[in-house]
């Protein structure tokens, strides 16, 4: 009994070490992306070298010519979101999810027709946001800031909000926080 009683503590002890881990590491996290990508007043902009410092998550090809979101669809987010989505199967607040969306290259290769992706067109930006910080603001709702940017002009948020632009396509993942989870292999378990 005394060596259950051992087994049990030393348990209990590692899930609260774990909780508080994950706890510290989603307010690390949150601090960060309320000071760099998104400020006081709720405007997000489009990070630096995501590419090179961020998990991917996984990628999508919409091949239709004609459908609004024709593309390879790559989409990113931080480590520390990826680890801890595996860890319980949530955002913690302060992720952000990255989307570029690139053009469809093809020709032939050696292996036969291939595809790829080209330039980038847009980017969507998804953050988290468990306080609903920006009350007011267009850009949020639903526990999220939603951003649009175009290669054009990637330092400015073409969105007319999140109810007008991005909704739409997301009201099919509303059971899964909005976000296409399926899609993303990395969070799979």
């Not at 988290?128 to 175009?150: I, S, T």
């Not at 632009?165 to 099919?172: D, F, I, N, R, V």
């Amino acid at each position: 009994m005394n060596r259950n009683y051992k087994i049990f503590s030393a348990m209990l002890i590692s899930l609260a070490l774990s909780g508080h881990s994950n706890m510290a590491l989603s307010q690390e996290m949150s601090n960060k992306t309320y000071g760099t990508i998104v400020d006081s007043e709720g405007n997000i902009r489009l990070p630096d070298n995501y590419q090179q410092t961020w998990t991917h998550l996984g990628s999508w090809l919409v091949g239709d010519p004609q459908a609004p979101g024709h593309g390879f669809h790559d989409v990113y987010t931080q480590k520390d979101a990826a680890k801890t989505y595996l860890e319980t199967g949530e955002f913690p607040d302060g992720s952000v999810l990255i989307k570029e969306v690139r053009a469809v290259e093809s020709g032939a290769k050696t292996t036969g027709q291939a595809k790829w992706a080209g330039n980038t067109n847009i980017w969507f930006v998804m953050v988290k946001d468990q306080q609903a910080r920006f009350k007011g603001n267009a850009h949020w709702g639903e526990g999220w800031g939603w951003a649009l940017f175009k290669a054009e002009n990637p330092s400015a948020n073409v969105s007319q909000g999140y109810a007008e632009t991005c909704l739409g396509c997301h009201a099919p993942a509303k059971n899964t926080d909005w976000v296409f989870t399926e899609g993303y292999p990395t969070l799979q378990h």
